[in-house]
């Protein structure tokens, strides 16, 4: 609505600057070499948005044919969009690619849904860049070269890769469902005016989720909104605040709210369990194959024990893993 829209257009009118004149990509050369420019989480996340919404725009696709409305959507919408789950819904009408255009539709094309890509642009590639959160685990050093990445008794290695954000954001994308179906409704009043706004799209929950978790993961780091130098651990509270003024103090953005508390249950199972309990305390890892996929996808060969570099990573369950 105009009031999103005017938010969006707000918060975003400088960004370069907030990210300190960077962006988080090479920018020159044109829109095809700037695409290519970003890391590779962060285009495949907006080449999908920008495919699915854009066939949606032109009605080669429905939007209602991409939205969640409720779980069992999955399973077919039978009866004019009433989620009844029958046998034929069952057997031959899953929906399963709703788990993910949910996050990929950002509505119709506008200023609201434009700066909302941006947004969400700068904040993954930002995060991609600098280095996400690592939950790969550490094989068990033998080798006392590689005692240094037990310190601090973290079960992790110190530096994220592609492997470690696609499993931030799966893990985005389970809490987001899972929370907006099974836990909101027992927590808002159904008389609320939040309550009655159900969401069908979740990309703006996805985008502050990633925000979050970047603001914790870089606490310290600077960033400039409107000439006003904060750390980046303020940020994500200074967007919802802005928000809650733009809409007259009615509204509590809701989806800010919900991306930030899933990021913020992501940050605690995977940096403070970890420290406070102990290395046998792992809640959220990278699984192995999807390290070496992603690897692969990016030209990057294994690790050779004959070759150095770092430890492979093993199945060390009963070892570091709980």
Not at 47 to 64: C, D, H, M
Not at 95 to 117: A, D, H, M, P, Q
Request: hydrophobic fraction near 40%; aromatic fraction near 14%; charged fraction near 15%.
């Amino acid at each position: 609505d105009g009031r999103r829209c005017v938010f969006g257009i707000v918060a975003t009118i400088k960004m370069n600057n907030f990210f300190d004149g960077r962006g988080g990509a090479a920018g020159g050369g044109g829109p095809i070499q700037w695409f290519h420019s970003l890391p590779p989480v962060t285009r495949l996340w907006l080449g999908s948005t920008l495919t699915v919404s854009a066939l949606a725009n032109f009605e080669i696709l429905q939007w209602t044919d991409l939205d969640l409305t409720h779980l069992t959507d999955v399973f077919g919408k039978v009866g004019g969009g009433n989620s009844n789950i029958s046998s034929s819904s069952l057997f031959g009408r899953l929906e399963v690619w709703r788990l993910l255009t949910c996050f990929l539709y950002i509505g119709k094309f506008g200023w609201n849904s434009i700066i909302n890509l941006h947004l969400m642009t700068q904040i993954s590639a930002r995060y991609e860049t600098m280095g996400p959160i690592c939950t790969r685990r550490i094989l068990v050093p033998q080798n006392p070269q590689l005692q240094r990445n037990n310190q601090n008794n973290s079960p992790y290695y110190l530096k994220g890769e592609t492997s470690d954000y696609v499993v931030a954001l799966l893990f985005g994308m389970t809490g987001i469902l899972l929370s907006q179906f099974y836990l909101l409704p027992y927590i808002l009043s159904p008389s609320s005016h939040t309550f009655r706004h159900h969401y069908r799209f979740f990309h703006r929950h996805l985008t502050f989720y990633t925000l979050y978790i970047w603001s914790k993961r870089y606490p310290q780091h600077n960033v400039n909104l409107f000439g006003v130098i904060m750390k980046a651990a303020y940020l994500p509270y200074a967007y919802l605040v802005m928000g809650y003024a733009l809409s007259n103090g009615e509204v509590i953005p809701i989806d800010m709210v919900h991306g930030m508390f899933v990021g913020h249950l992501y940050y605690y199972l995977a940096c403070v369990v970890p420290t406070v309990l102990g290395r046998r305390k792992v809640v959220i890892w990278t699984p192995g194959i999807l390290i070496e996929v992603c690897r692969w996808l990016e030209g990057r060969r294994p690790y050779n024990a004959l070759g150095g570099g770092e430890p492979i990573v093993v199945d060390t369950d009963g070892v570091i893993g709980g």
